[in-house]
């Protein structure tokens, strides 16, 4: 089973998206154990204090060293693997499905949600910490961040996901974002599903679903497409200058 610590000044914010859905049904099933501590309860002074003025100056509080030094050495003396040290932060290396898929291989995780202006550097340092971002936006605490690694991870570990559900379909697995998808009824509002989906001839829909694929991709995510391409053609899948691969929009 995978343990992830999460390390907070509101343990109370992860509450219901860990008490739902897949989180819900990964932690009873023992797929994983999630540990909440609160940094607060291991401040050092009378008052609590886990922040404090930055050296030199400038506005905002610091995230103070001592409390989250003291927090992590307690998780870790819970259990054996010393856990793999995350902070959330805006200048951490941005998020990918990459990421998550390396980071779901850990036996444990300790991530560490920061509020105020950031961290002490020492916490990186000394706790020999990584830091992950989850998009160029700046959000007001690293707890919703720790929400988003934590989702994308625990619905790739083993029996997370139901028969139904598969993340080797996922958008992003190969690089390409999903075709469009429909259901009943057939006409909506006067909106028809296409009709090839309705043919029952799996090669061509599953031929107009990589196509679909492609073109949006290419439409929306031209950075994508263009590290697709260039894959295709590293794996020498596609000789290079064929045209014939590139779709019309
Ligand atoms: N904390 C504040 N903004 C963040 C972001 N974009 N990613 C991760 N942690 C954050």
Redesign the pocket.
């Known amino acids: 089973m995978m343990r992830i610590d999460v390390l907070t000044l509101f343990p109370e914010m992860f509450e219901s998206p860990l008490s739902h859905s897949i989180l819900k049904r990964a932690r009873q099933r023992d797929i994983v154990q999630i540990v909440l501590s609160n940094i607060r309860q291991f401040a050092t002074d009378a008052y609590r204090k886990v922040d404090d003025k930055p050296y030199g100056g400038g506005a905002g509080m610091v995230m103070m060293c001592p409390p989250v030094f003291a927090c992590v050495e307690h998780v870790r003396a819970e259990a054996p693997e010393p856990g793999r040290v995350i902070l959330?932060?805006?200048q951490?290396a941005p998020l990918t499905q990459a990421k998550v898929v390396e980071l779901s291989r850990e036996p444990r995780l300790i991530l560490i949600a920061?509020r105020y202006e950031g961290f002490d550097e020492r916490i990186r340092e000394g706790l020999d910490a990584e830091e992950?971002?989850?998009?160029?936006?700046?959000?007001?605490?690293?707890e919703l961040?720790a929400m988003v690694v934590i989702d994308a991870v625990v619905r790739l570990l083993d029996g997370a996901l139901g028969d139904e559900d598969s993340a080797a379909q996922d958008s992003f697995s190969d690089g390409l974002l999903e075709y469009p998808h429909y259901t009943r009824p057939e006409v909506f509002r006067g909106m028809r599903v296409p009709e090839i989906l309705l043919s029952g001839d799996h090669g061509k829909i599953a031929q107009w679903r990589m196509e679909q694929s492609l073109r949006r991709t290419q439409q929306r995510r031209p950075d994508l497409y263009a590290a697709w391409l260039a894959r295709r053609q590293a794996e020498n899948k596609i000789p290079q200058n064929d045209k014939k691969q590139e779709i019309e929009t």
């Open positions: 959330l932060t805006p951490g920061g992950i971002s989850i998009g160029d936006y700046v959000l007001s605490g690293g961040a």
